[in-house]
């Protein structure tokens, strides 16, 4: 059945589910949405197993029209999202008729919206995932104005009875996450774990869905010289030769050659979608931690 028409696909609209994980030995990157936590959410709020295929969709600005009716959800970044014109509550399962425009502004809070429509987006798998992979080019292009979008079967779990499920807005102001040692500090001066943590770092403009910058005072490494290339997982901080570090997200490479100097615990790794451009981060020790 068909779900939409896109109409405008605002900076980048994609299609994500909960990736592809198990394929780095293919050098295919994890990918899938970024945050993680509001695509479940969205599946759940309209009867979908959890990992169904939605919209992830960056900073706003999206235009969508509903071939429907259709029950859809949105989550993650709060903002005034409308459909013909009327506010459309967030966070909670809703009945567009056919024809309806979505609309989503630039948001208040976060920096991506996850919306999912019953049955989720259909299309084909590429290693079991319908996520586009902006780094690898797996997957299913970026969405572009013209594009029309199919439903997949409609699940068995009907749309739950308690169609609300209030999870609060993302953080507007400072984030801390949790951090545990990685496998290079001895790359590091000594103290640089301490400076990491107690350092005042914020979202650089140049962050995406491969990795999170941050501008900061920069970490001094001990070498200068780079690692053999080894693995890399999500959550790694890596640190170039700059000193500032980048923390790898979604669609980060399987291997890299710059030092890692700590690694975020897994839970927090949601947060790294919603974290705007100038945004403030601040570091703790997780359990674990060195």
Known sequence: MTAFDVLDPGPLLLIEDLGRPGSAHLGVPPSGAMDRASLR????LVG??????ALEILAGGARLRARGPHWVAVTGAWGDVRTDGRPLPVDRAVLLPHGAILEFPVPDRGLRYYLAVRGGIGGADALGSRSTDVLSGIGPDPLL?????VAGPVPALP???IDEAFTGPPLDGLVRLRLRPGPRTDWFAPGSMQALVD???????ASNRVGVRLEG????????????SEGMVAGALQVPPSGLPTILAADHPVTGGYPVIAVLVDAD?????????GQPVRFTRATGFA
């Open 199 to 205: 350092g005042e770092w914020r979202v650089s403009p």
């Open 48 to 53: 979908n197993a959890e990992g169904t295929a």
């Open 159 to 161: 749309v739950p009875p």
């Open 217 to 228: 005072e920069p970490l001094r490494r001990v070498r200068d010289d780079e690692l053999p």
């Open 269 to 277: 790794l949601d947060a790294l979608g919603q974290l705007r451009p």
């Open 41 to 44: 959410l969205a599946n759940r």
């Open 145 to 149: 104005a013209g594009d029309v979008l």
